[in-house]
């Protein structure tokens, strides 16, 4: 039973750039979450999807935010014209409906 | 009333020590408490997790006492370890966890040998 996978694990862009991350979750799992963590914070929810479904954004999901998982299965997070209040650890979680949430280890963005 | 808030915001305790970590909420519609903990570079990993139904629960050396009319929750760790040096959540969400998690700015613990 392999773990939620995030990659890239670090990405290095210049302000301006788009960037696109991708999240794996555990097989079988049906929800898919995420969250951005800044440091010292605790993670913060962005979105979720129960299959290809997107049920619920965050206000902190500006419109150059976009969440993807097209299939139900795998999730992109894709940032358009990226800020440097944009750094941060990006952070994927996938469960079952009622079950706990199972973190990977996370995209850190650094903006130039 | 989202908000959930944690203290202290770092603790230092001696090897075989009590470590115990605070966390308060507003939402009275939460119904789902876990605590993660989190080594640096990783995610946070599940510890332990409890529903309000029930006032105390415990794993091995860690237990979560939970007050409901006060609406507080602590984890303790109990004869606690270098090795449990490391950056604690607690966390808060609806419908048994099916929803969003709202997570406390965290506790960076250090266990002195």
């Known amino acids: 039973d392999t773990g939620v996978s995030q990659d890239p694990r670090h990405k290095i862009t210049k302000r301006g750039q788009n960037v696109t991350f991708r999240c794996d979750p555990i097989?079988?799992?049906?929800?898919l979450y995420w969250y951005r963590q800044t440091l010292g914070q605790g993670p913060e929810f962005l979105t979720y999807?129960?299959?290809?479904?997107?049920?619920?954004k965050s206000r902190l999901l500006s419109d150059r935010f976009s969440a993807e998982r097209p299939k139900g299965s795998f999730s992109t997070l894709e940032i358009q014209r990226t800020e440097q209040g944009d750094s941060a650890m990006y952070l994927c979680?996938?469960?079952?409906?009622?079950?706990?949430?199972?973190f990977g280890d996370g995209t850190r963005l650094s903006i130039l | 009333q989202q908000q959930v808030k944690q203290s202290p915001q770092s603790l230092i305790v001696q090897k075989g020590g009590i470590s115990i970590i605070n966390c308060a909420y507003e939402?009275?519609?939460?119904?789902?408490f876990p605590w993660y903990q989190q080594f640096p570079g990783k995610g946070p990993a599940l510890l332990i997790a409890?529903?309000?139904?029930?006032s105390e629960k415990k794993e091995g050396r860690f237990t979560i006492s939970f007050n409901k009319s006060a609406k507080q929750f602590s984890l303790h760790i109990m004869d606690s370890q270098p090795g449990d040096s490391a950056t604690y959540f607690c966390?808060?969400?609806?419908?048994?966890?099916?929803?969003?998690?709202?997570f406390g700015q965290g506790t960076r613990l250090t266990i002195n040998p």
């Open positions: 966390a808060a969400s609806m419908w048994a966890g099916a929803q969003k998690l709202v």
């Open positions: 939402n009275t519609a939460f119904d789902y």
């Open positions: 979680a996938s469960s079952l409906v009622n079950q706990p949430q199972h």
């Open positions: 999807f129960q299959n290809e479904a997107q049920l619920e």
């Open positions: 409890i529903r309000p139904d029930v």
């Open positions: 097989s079988e799992h049906n929800r």
